[in-house]
DNA sequence: ACAAAAATAGAACAAATGTTTGACTTTTAC
DNA sequence: GTAAAAGTCAAACATTTGTTCTATTTTTGT
């Protein structure tokens, strides 16, 4: 590696720092003092390199305006709701109990803001795989289609099942050779999981 | 509310905004022509408003010194380790396939460094709740106590599986009345799981 | 409605910050 | 090894930018 490039990923890696540190990027003479270099001029012409080259973006004759082009990885941002109470709005302020961040990745391609998480309760799903204590990941919808994992309110209570529906009734499965499924009228989807998150 | 918060709390959304698109923060100038001030002094009383109430944080006589003090949720950020090759370091640039994060509250207090995520092959963890597919989040450790959940290097290739230690042997156990423990000397632990992530 | 307090405006100032120039030194490529 | 290219340095410059000051207007609390 040439020892102008070592000093350009020098320079960058300063950048990120200190960035991160400040919440500002810095001036080319605070750069300058922590590269061991004695010009600006130098500072300068590496920033130009850098900004050729895809790393940074500036903006004439400001102050501080180097843009690190960096490339973040994508999150969705949700909250954790505790115990769901009847009529009232799922995520609703004094539901929440928490907020979460997870990559977009391990989710599938769902809106931010129709996101929540849930901590499952009991073990009706356990042969799927989704334990006591788990946290569901759920995107907020009225409807899913037939034999996927959904969050649904019986009872006034929210519950964690498989989804089935006939032209005549709904039905919830537990994955669990120990509960019965519940049927009736009175059942309303209010989520589908999308994600399970345990920590061990 | 007071006219004044009011416009307190425009200029805070101002520069959160700002920020985020640009990557630093506003100048006063900026700030003044973007909340319909047209007093530089107006903006410089707001924003020492703001320090004192703790929602940012100056450096005098610095520019676009502003320094959001957000409550950014605290995260970790691991790579994805594809195929696990032995000899080779396991977190070697060419077996990561990709980076994640996730909230720091999601696995235990672990050092970020010290982590990283591997697909589970197959099905004999399914009675722990851990199913082909399953990502599980890996905290890198040469030993785990009995009884955890650990993966393993069996004949150079990664497994995932309960871990006992007796005086004299090791024995990796699974979850599923289909499958043996495997027993052997040649056994090394290379982490501990300690979270699992389904994507549904 | 009224007086006090707070907010706003405009201008001038001083400090900081990015830019440019030219000479010198080191590194690179053959 | 040598010449060309690239990098470094120092100083001077122009612009941006935060600060301060004073007068005026608006808002607030009674």
Redesign the interface.
């Known amino acids: 590696m040439k020892k102008s490039e070592q000093k350009m990923q020098d320079i960058l890696t300063f950048i990120e720092e200190y960035?991160k540190n400040?919440?500002?990027?810095p001036?080319y003479r605070e750069i300058s003092a922590n590269v061991n270099l004695k010009s600006i001029n130098s500072v300068k012409k590496y920033l130009d390199r850098l900004e050729l080259s895809g790393y940074i973006?500036k903006s004439g004759f400001k102050?501080?305006?180097?843009?690190?082009v960096k490339q973040e990885?994508p999150?969705v941002?949700f909250p954790v709701v505790g115990r769901v109470a009847a009529g009232q709005p799922i995520l609703a302020e004094q539901n929440i109990e928490?907020?979460?961040?997870?990559?977009s990745?391990?989710?599938?391609n769902y809106d931010d803001s129709l996101l929540f998480a849930l901590k499952v309760r009991g073990d009706s799903m356990?042969d799927a795989?989704?334990?006591d204590g788990?946290?569901a990941i759920v995107h907020s919808q009225n409807t899913v289609e037939n034999g996927e994992?959904a969050v649904a309110m019986v009872e006034d209570k929210a519950t964690v099942k498989y989804f089935y529906k006939t032209k005549d009734k709904i039905s919830l499965h537990p994955a669990n050779a120990l509960y019965k499924p519940i049927e009736g009228k009175n059942i309303s989807v209010i989520g589908k999981?999308?994600?399970?998150?345990?920590?061990?």
Not at 105 to 108: H, Q, V
Request: charge should be positive.
């Open positions: 960035t400040s919440g500002y990027p001036t973006k102050s501080r305006s180097i843009d690190l990885i999150t941002n928490d907020r979460l961040v997870i990559s990745s391990l989710i599938g356990i795989g989704i334990n788990d946290l994992i999981v999308v994600a399970i998150i345990r920590k061990i």
